[in-house]
């Protein structure tokens, strides 16, 4: 069984950037047609998708976020990171890495129990 956890500090100040990163166990982050994305959701809203690094290395960005983040991988600790850009408190949000198979479809298999980002002064 896929288990992920996230890691990153859970204050960050606005116009720094946000740096979360995602441990994988039980399946290596290279294993085909695995999919490995990043999700959050603000206060009182739904989920957003952020993005995703495929199992080959491609990324996939949310449009409406692709100039603020970057997502990489560190196979040899079979991690996923993601860095999100120029923060505001509008950032602030449960951050979850979740995993899929099989392409970008937002049907996801595993997630991780979410770490929660404030942003403030």
């Known amino acids: 069984q896929v288990q992920l956890q996230e890691s990153g500090p859970g204050l960050v100040k606005p116009s720094q950037t946000l740096s979360l990163t995602c441990t994988v166990s039980g399946d290596s982050i290279t294993t085909n047609y695995f999919y490995w994305n990043w999700i959050r959701q603000p206060p009182g809203k739904g989920p957003e998708w952020m993005g995703a690094?495929?199992?080959?290395?491609?990324?996939y960005y949310s449009p409406s976020l692709k100039s603020r983040t970057s997502i990489s991988r560190d196979t040899s600790k079979n991690q996923f990171t993601l860095q999100l850009s120029s923060v505001t408190p509008e950032d602030t949000a449960m951050y979850y890495c979740?995993?899929?198979?099989?392409?970008?479809?937002?049907?996801?298999?595993?997630w991780g129990q979410g770490t929660q980002v404030v942003v403030s002064s």
């Open positions: 979740a995993s899929e198979q099989e392409g970008i479809t937002g049907t996801y298999d595993y």
């Open positions: 690094i495929g199992y080959s290395g491609n990324t």
